[in-house]
């Protein structure tokens, strides 16, 4: 098992910048994918970033490529995503999520989920 808690969402004004953490526990998440997806009321959830846990290159969704970014800290076990020159359209409520596949962009692929946090750009 995997456990994910998020944690930094808010509101912010457009422009400005948050940074999510996602706390990572369980015996084997080390191993896996980290992902985080985004998904507003009405619509399927949205690839944002992932990242081998092991290492390696990080991706990013071409909607969020140069001002949100994916990243590890391994001594806390935490993920993170910090998000600069934020936009409306940003507006979401965020989620990070483990999976023991390769660095699919499909969030069913996942097998572990955060609880979710919500990001509010106001413009």
């Known amino acids: 098992q995997v456990q994910l808690v998020e944690s930094g969402g808010g509101l912010v004004q457009a422009g400005g910048s948050l940074r999510l953490s996602c706390a990572a526990s369980g015996r084997t998440f080390r191993s896996y994918t980290m992902g985080w997806f985004r998904q507003t009321p009405g619509k399927e959830r949205e690839f944002v970033a992932n990242?081998?846990?092991?290492?390696?290159?990080?991706y990013h969704a071409d909607s969020v490529e140069g001002r949100i970014t994916i990243s590890r800290d391994y001594a806390k076990d935490t993920l993170y995503l910090q998000m600069n020159s934020l936009k409306p359209e940003d507006t979401a409520v965020y989620y990070c999520?483990?999976?023991?596949?390769?660095?699919?962009?499909?969030?069913?692929?996942?097998?572990?989920w955060g609880q979710g946090t919500q990001v509010t750009v106001s413009s």
């Open positions: 990242v081998r846990w092991s290492g390696g290159s990080t």
């Open positions: 999520a483990a999976g023991a596949g390769p660095l699919y962009r499909d969030w069913k692929q996942y097998d572990y």
